[in-house]
């Protein structure tokens, strides 16, 4: 706040002043609080500063998109008037990019969970969700698409963490109609998703090991990864990078195993593949 405050032009105060930019009590006044409240908040004091008195000092400072995040974040505050990120409907050109330069499966979410962007390995392993003439969004395809319980080993403890994940990008856009719309939607046709969201569980976005079941390919394992591009925050690229099946059976011995019987004999699979081809 300090030095946003000495950066402001002081306008018509007049007079010599000793110190650049905008006095402190200038500041509060232009924000509508007091001067002892506005120090206290500038020298970081232990005080519980409110998102409206937060609001008033960001638009008396003029401060930018990025600057009054960064604000509020400090604040640990809720910003009442931030403005919903713009309701693309195309992917950002750096993830766009980033995923047509993959080999291996690679895809994009906007912030409602629908793929916005993806490639022919990542269209390959989710034909039932990316292929011709399916339904775009990843939380309808893996919460009421019967081929997902197919495909995914575990599928109750995986999507329940594809929901976690969904949901700890939820409190940034929960003003926007849409997702209100889409959870609505989601809780009356589907028991699973209504009972897991009504859990509130929040996860981060990691990585690690996933496998699937696939009705050409057999099973298959990847290591996951997930990024978000620095112009769209909102959005989610992630990408599968495939695994040997001695790194799946190490992984079953360190921790309960998130694939079926099946994956032991990912080896011969692969193997009688390239004997056959």
Request: a positive charge; hydrophobic letters at 35%.
């Amino acid at each position: 706040m300090r030095a946003h405050r000495e950066r402001m032009s002081p306008g018509e105060s007049g007079g010599r002043r000793r110190t650049p930019g905008l006095r402190r009590e200038e500041l509060a006044a232009r924000a509508g609080i007091s001067a002892t409240w506005c120090a206290w908040i500038e020298q970081g004091r232990d005080v519980r500063v409110s998102p409206e008195a937060l609001d008033r000092l960001a638009n008396a400072m003029s401060l930018s998109r990025a600057e009054r995040a960064y604000l509020f974040e400090l604040a640990g505050r809720s910003d009442p008037n931030m403005a919903p990120p713009p309701a693309d409907t195309d992917a950002p050109a750096s993830m766009r990019s980033f995923v047509d330069a993959m080999k291996m499966p690679a895809y994009g979410l906007d912030p409602l969970y629908n793929a916005c962007c993806w490639n022919p390995a990542a269209a390959r392993l989710f034909e039932r969700w990316l292929g011709d003439g399916c339904e775009r969004n990843l939380l309808r395809f893996v919460f009421l698409d019967p081929s997902a319980r197919d495909l995914i080993p575990h599928w109750e403890a995986r999507a329940r963490r594809v929901l976690g994940e969904f949901r700890s990008g939820y409190g940034r856009s929960h003003t926007d109609p849409r997702i209100r719309t889409l959870v609505d939607t989601l809780c009356s046709e589907s028991r699973v998703f209504a009972r897991a969201w009504d859990d509130q569980a929040v996860l981060e976005h990691e990585g690690g090991l996933r496998t699937f079941h696939h009705p050409r390919d057999g099973g298959l394992a990847y290591a996951q990864h997930a990024f978000s591009p620095a112009d769209r925050p909102d959005y989610r690229l992630i990408m599968l990078s495939p695994v040997k099946p001695e790194t799946v059976a190490r992984h079953s011995r360190r921790r309960p195993p998130d694939q079926p019987e099946s994956y032991k004999s990912l080896s011969r699979q692969r193997s009688a593949r390239k004997t056959t081809s």
